[in-house]
């Protein structure tokens, strides 16, 4: 398996379920992948990578011995922001979420009752922040904390079109050597795409940007991600991702 399945794949079956059956075939809910490293001499190497990111993994194993702060953001070319960012210290998960998008009739219906406090409008968009808190023995507290909100805010979700993914050598991460990967779609054609084409309602879409991953968890440490997606009238949606996971 390659690391195009590097994030899980069954969000897809939630939206699509009659595709569900074709878009899984082979798919965990974890995989151990494989990616497609560069070409040398005419010959490809490949390497195991795991399907998690570096938060879920420091969360399962045993308490970190110093702080591990995290960041996943989502921002959305029509002004549609998502922010999740906090630490895990020992057994202990504290974070902050910050959502902003554009305000819909239940919204301005809501904001129009007072004593329903809702959110307020403002510049037509509706803005929140909230703090979570989890600790280690609350375990449905712990694994949305670690695993749910997570893939709440990251791109997992694309890659189940298995983009092209290349490993293009190491870089240093806060102190840390970390393997670095390069994602483009451009490069691939239609039939390639029709899988998340076919799902989506969409005429065409690219991926590009670039992922590194933690060698010894198995776990992607940091990403940069934008996807482009036309929808078959022709408009255009643009997301960017950027994330990250550091051992403080």
Not at 92 to 116: C, Q, Y
Not at 145 to 166: D, E
Not at 196 to 221: E, F, H, N, S
Not at 236 to 244: A, L, N, P, S
Request: glycine share 10%; hydrophobic share 35%.
């Amino acid at each position: 398996m390659k690391l195009r399945n590097l994030f899980v794949c069954a969000r897809w079956a939630i939206l699509i379920p009659s595709l569900a059956a074709f878009i899984f075939t082979g798919c965990k809910t974890r995989p151990s992948t494989k990616v497609q490293a560069a070409k040398t001499e005419g010959s490809v190497r490949s390497a195991p990578v795991g399907g998690t990111y570096c938060l879920q993994s420091y969360a399962q194993g045993p308490p970190p011995a110093g702080p591990v702060h995290f960041s996943y953001k989502e921002s959305e070319s029509d002004g549609t922001l998502k922010d999740y960012e906090g630490d895990l210290l020992g057994d202990n998960i504290d974070s902050t979420v910050h959502e902003k998008r554009p305000a819909n009739d239940i919204d301005r219906e809501m904001a129009s009752d007072k004593g329903l406090h809702a959110p307020p409008i403002v510049d037509g968009f509706v803005e929140t922040n909230r703090s979570l808190h989890s600790t280690r023995n609350d375990v449905s507290g712990w694994s949305m904390g670690s695993g749910g909100q997570v893939l709440a805010f990251t791109p997992w979700g694309l890659f189940i079109a298995k983009p092209l993914v290349i490993q293009v050598g190491t870089e240093n991460i806060a102190g840390a050597e970390a393997i670095k990967y390069s994602v483009d779609t451009s490069q691939q054609g239609q039939l390639d795409k029709v899988p998340m084409t076919l799902a989506g309602g969409l005429k065409d879409y690219t991926i590009k940007g670039t992922a590194w991953v933690d060698p010894r968890q198995q776990c992607i440490l940091q990403y940069d991600i934008n996807y482009e997606a036309v929808a078959k009238d022709g408009s255009v949606k643009k997301t960017h991702y950027e994330g990250r996971t550091t051992r403080q």
